[in-house]
């Protein structure tokens, strides 16, 4: 019962106590007419209630940071007695938005924003709605939530640099061929070495011939992004968000730039959510999983970083390139790096941060810098 509700009735109560003490009719008539208009709005509501039913559906399972999600509701009723309008809460992440509807159509699209990346819950909270006397108010839960995936969105880049000793471009004669797998035979080419030579096949043959070995996969991009907690302790909750949207989005754009390139790209995530995406060189539309992958990541907790980075010195001889994305530089980090670095493949930080000339972090920057290790800012915004 709503507050008009509750004055109609003292005033029907106090009519009605007026009407025994004065014995006046007409009080007994108001007193009368109030409790039946009470009864028929009280009547109203309970059937609109069991008749109308709203069900919020996705149309869109995903979409790209800041654009809309489009929901679809759906009206299911019969024959509804005279209401108020309804009130439909549509939730959309953490925020509640509200839809007012006189006439209740079949089907009623909405847009919802996506203003960060992440899984965004999405349905009813509740609807709303009343008799045509505001007398009596009733407030329906909602049922069952979808999930939407915010995806993040990448940018341009600077092209990784790998190391003239991973490439195979350090001498003009050398190929990027594995010495312990023979594969097939070749004719001879001006530069190859001797001890290549097919010496018994040549003589049979009446030409030099040399043996071809197996080609090794090309040195891998490994991507370590921190996936935990993103930010300082006293960060707010749309700070965070920014943060992470800025990580993701980075480490996107890295393995995007890599795969135009048709480089392997392997990024294992040591979050909540463990998961480990690969991308085998040539391969670039394997690429498009990516996105979910780290949109479904947490950024609540996980294994801390610099043990992160300790974990993963067991693949640096196949890596060629090392890009390590991080939204704070700690003492522990900036070894684990150096140590990465030393095991021989080149090596890129992205520090996520809004001063980029802030005084704790220019020691740390400093001894990157002594290990040639590449600093990159990137600005969250």
């Known amino acids: 019962m709503t507050r008009r509700g509750g004055a109609l009735l003292a005033i029907s109560i106090f009519c009605l106590f007026c009407g025994m003490s004065l014995g006046g009719r007409m009080l007994y008539l108001s007193a009368v007419f109030g409790v039946l208009t009470l009864l028929f709005s009280l009547l109203t509501v309970l059937i609109a209630r069991r008749r109308l039913h709203v069900r919020c559906r996705l149309t869109t399972p995903s979409v790209p940071r800041g654009e809309y999600m489009q929901a679809e509701l759906a009206f299911d009723y019969k024959r509804l007695p005279p209401i108020s309008p309804v009130l439909v809460i549509v939730r959309g992440g953490d925020k509640l938005y509200e839809c007012a509807y006189e006439r209740f159509p079949a089907r009623a699209q909405i847009s919802l924003p996506a203003p960060h990346v992440g899984v965004v819950d999405v349905g009813i909270e509740s609807w709303v709605f009343s008799d045509i006397f505001g007398l009596f108010e009733i407030r329906v839960r909602g049922g069952e939530t979808a999930q939407c995936l915010a995806l993040?969105?990448?940018?341009?880049?600077?092209?990784?640099?790998?190391?003239?000793s991973d490439d195979g471009r350090a001498l003009p004669n050398r190929t990027s061929e594995d010495l312990s797998s023979p594969d097939d035979t070749r004719a001879y080419r001006a530069g190859d070495p001797l001890k290549r030579v097919h010496w018994k096949l040549s003589a049979r043959r009446r030409e030099l011939t040399v043996r071809r070995y197996e080609t090794p996969a090309p040195p891998d991009t490994l991507i370590l992004m921190d996936c935990t907690l993103p930010g300082a302790a006293d960060e707010s909750e749309e700070n965070r968000?920014?943060?992470r949207d800025t990580l993701c989005e980075t480490?996107?754009?890295?393995?995007?730039?890599?795969?135009?390139?048709?480089?392997?790209?392997?990024?294992?995530?040591?979050?909540?959510?463990?998961?480990?995406?690969?991308?085998?060189?040539?391969?670039?539309?394997?690429?498009?999983?990516?996105?979910?992958?780290?949109?479904?990541?947490?950024?609540?907790?996980?294994?801390?970083?610099?043990?992160?980075?300790?974990?993963?010195?067991?693949?640096?001889?196949?890596?060629?390139?090392?890009?390590?994305?991080?939204?704070?530089?700690?003492?522990?980090?900036?070894?684990?790096?150096?140590?990465?670095?030393?095991?021989?493949?080149?090596?890129?930080?992205?520090?996520?941060?809004?001063?980029p000339d802030a005084e704790q972090d220019r020691p740390y920057v400093a001894r990157l810098q002594q290990c040639m290790v590449e600093v990159c800012y990137v600005s969250p915004a």
């Open 241 to 243: 968000a920014i943060l």
């Open 152 to 164: 993040p969105r990448d940018f341009e880049v600077e092209a990784l640099h790998f190391l003239s």
């Open 251 to 355: 480490a996107l754009s890295v393995a995007m730039m890599q795969s135009r390139d048709d480089s392997p790209v392997r990024m294992p995530f040591y979050g909540e959510r463990t998961a480990e995406f690969y991308m085998a060189a040539g391969r670039s539309d394997g690429i498009a999983l990516l996105p979910e992958l780290l949109a479904r990541q947490p950024f609540t907790g996980g294994t801390d970083f610099a043990r992160v980075l300790n974990l993963e010195l067991r693949r640096m001889r196949s890596t060629g390139a090392t890009v390590i994305i991080t939204s704070r530089l700690s003492a522990d980090v900036v070894e684990g790096i150096a140590h990465i670095r030393r095991m021989g493949p080149s090596a890129r930080v992205y520090l996520i941060t809004r001063t």
